[in-house]
């Protein structure tokens, strides 16, 4: 939903007068048109690419205007084609003497209207040429390829397009790659929430939870059929298969685009980008200068496509040529291939590759302990792994607890965290400071944030006073608890009823060490403490926080109990059976 307008139905006509004026620099509006030109008009003696379409697709169609890309846009109202008229004054305005060239997505309007205004340019005497983009694999199949919508695949057929009208192609030429950048290009796009008009509060069309609707188009339609929500590497196969099952025979390299709809955070393109490419490398495609980003949008809408453009020597030139426009540049130094990077693997490949054998190398190889330091290892293992398993449990929880008065990424660094800190235990060797030390660094690395931090101290100050070629006694884990307390006190420096984790783990270590003085097993001591915990975690529901991003919205947090010191408790208290399991 567009939240920032005036009248809705100026709401277009708005944005450009903004755009241009911000883009000054490369743009200039066309008297009595509606859309952008380059700077300074026609370049004499150079072809002019045209293109243009609906409002509400930025950066497509007047973001791409610039030197090495388009030479002008028109611009619709919103997802609404230009007239004839403002297409046949755009194009006056770029008549450079060589030639234009059209070029637009495949919809009924945009074919009429151009259409009619390039009859028009042609009565005065200017050639003029249309290449339609046709990218979309869901709106027909490949034998009907002349009928397919345009989506993200615009964007290569306008910069091959450019790219040959700024080096001198005739008209001919730069007609004929176009041509055959489009018939090379195809996409496939999935929808997880409808767009909605600027005025409007409901969306042009509503995707039930739980599910997302593959194939849409970029003007609200939604998709050809709806199928379940599902993780970004099935997501991956989902946009990856249909493309690759209309790949040239013999064609390696590609144009690679993973295009955001609008609401869909560059972040989380990024996230599904990592499990497109293993697919890619894995079939012997080389990504060439992929872009992932917002490239063709549809107002708010949630959602992406992905596109792939074949590229053989010829069109791989063309797309690293130069380019600089508001929304879409081309280091003229060029960039080098990503040819290595994909014969080596993926990033995160190298990376664990490389992670392994710096964890290999730093593993304590032929360290002698002895069988009850091994036991007393093991007994660490196990404790993460029950303190893992509760904190993917309560994840969402957290997350909601934080959210009144913070950002709402506790329980999702929890579990980073907690994964790290079991999975580091479980790869080192060693007797229980050892384990127990390298799951506090691995806690620390994983979680980030004030949560890493804080449970690295902790952890690694309990570390810090076990023996490591022996069991430690109940009074040796008490002090270490203390000791861990301590760091995370120094670290933070919080103090009781500060409505942080130390809330919670202060009376823990407390009450552990009283009843391990007193006697008590350390199955037993540690079953009191933890219930002290929890009570002192819940009772921090009426506590005003005086530390942290909660700090400044303290009256919002009242009647919640802290974030922290819930899942503090709610650890500690998973130790509880790990401890009792110990028999003798």
Request: overall charge negative; glycine content about 12%; proline content about 5%.
């Amino acid at each position: 939903m567009a939240h920032v307008h005036n009248e809705p139905t100026a709401f277009y006509r708005e944005a450009l007068d903004g755009f241009l004026n911000a883009y000054a620099r490369y743009v200039e509006p066309v008297p009595g048109a509606s859309g952008a030109i380059r700077r300074g008009g026609p370049v004499a003696g150079q072809v002019s690419v045209i293109i243009g379409g609906g409002s509400g697709h930025y950066p497509a169609f007047v973001g791409v205007v610039g030197p090495g890309l388009a030479h002008g846009a028109v611009a619709g109202d919103i997802f609404t084609s230009p007239s004839t008229e403002q297409a046949y004054r755009i194009g006056k305005a770029l008549d450079g003497g060589a030639g234009m060239l059209f070029s637009f997505g495949n919809y009924a309007g945009d074919v009429m209207n151009f259409g009619a205004a390039q009859e028009r340019l042609r009565s005065d005497g200017i050639d003029c040429r249309t290449v339609l983009v046709t990218d979309d694999v869901a709106s027909a199949t490949v034998d009907e390829k002349e009928r397919r919508r345009g989506v993200a695949g615009d964007l290569v057929v306008f910069k091959v397009a450019g790219a040959a009208a700024a080096r001198g192609d005739s008209i001919d030429e730069v007609e004929r790659v176009a041509r055959k950048a489009n018939d090379l290009t195809v996409s496939f796009g999935v929808a997880f929430d409808g767009c909605t008009f600027p005025g409007q509060s409901e969306p042009l069309f509503s995707v039930a939870p739980g599910t997302m609707e593959l194939g849409l188009g970029i003007h609200g339609e939604p998709g050809v059929r709806t199928a379940e929500a599902m993780p970004a590497r099935e997501l991956a196969s989902v946009l990856v298969e249909p493309l690759l099952a209309e790949r040239p025979e013999g064609m390696s390299r590609a144009a690679v685009l993973l295009n955001g709809l609008g609401a869909t955070k560059y972040e989380e393109l990024f996230v599904l980008y990592s499990s497109i490419l293993p697919l890619l490398v894995e079939a012997g495609i080389e990504p060439v200068l992929p872009e992932v980003g917002e490239l063709v949008t549809s107002l708010d809408m949630a959602g992406c496509s992905l596109t792939v453009a074949w590229l053989d020597d010829e069109l791989e030139a063309l797309w690293r040529a130069p380019a600089d426009s508001p929304a879409f540049r081309r280091d003229p130094g060029g960039i080098p291939t990503a040819a290595a990077d994909s014969r080596r693997g993926t990033v995160a490949e190298r990376s664990e590759v490389a992670s392994t054998a710096v964890a290999a190398e730093e593993l304590q190889a032929g360290v002698e302990i002895d069988e009850e330091a091994a036991r007393a290892a093991d007994v660490v293992r196990r404790a993460l792994e029950a303190m893992l398993e509760v904190v993917v449990a309560h994840q969402d929880e957290w997350g909601r607890l934080d959210a009144v008065a913070g950002d709402g990424d506790h329980g999702v660094g929890m579990t980073r965290g907690m994964r790290g800190a079991a999975a580091g235990a479980a790869e080192t060797t060693g007797g229980p400071r050892t384990v127990l030390g390298a799951a506090a660094d691995a806690f620390a690395d994983k979680a980030g944030g004030s949560s890493g931090a804080l449970w690295g101290a902790l952890l690694g100050g309990v570390a810090g006073s076990l023996p490591d070629d022996r069991s430690p006694s109940a009074l040796e884990v008490a002090d270490a608890v203390s000791a861990g307390a301590d760091a995370l006190q120094r670290l933070g420096g919080c103090q009781i009823d500060d409505k942080t984790m130390f809330d919670a783990l202060r009376p823990f270590a407390d009450e552990l060490a009283g009843q391990v003085a007193a006697g008590e097993s350390l199955a037993e001591s540690w079953r009191a403490a933890a219930a002290t915990a929890s009570d002192r975690a819940a009772a921090t529901a009426d506590l005003l926080p005086r530390l942290g991003r909660a700090r400044p919205l303290g009256e919002r947090s009242l009647g919640t109990p802290d974030p922290g010191a819930t899942s503090m408790a709610v650890c500690l208290r998973a130790v509880t059976p790990v401890l009792a399991g110990l028999a003798p």
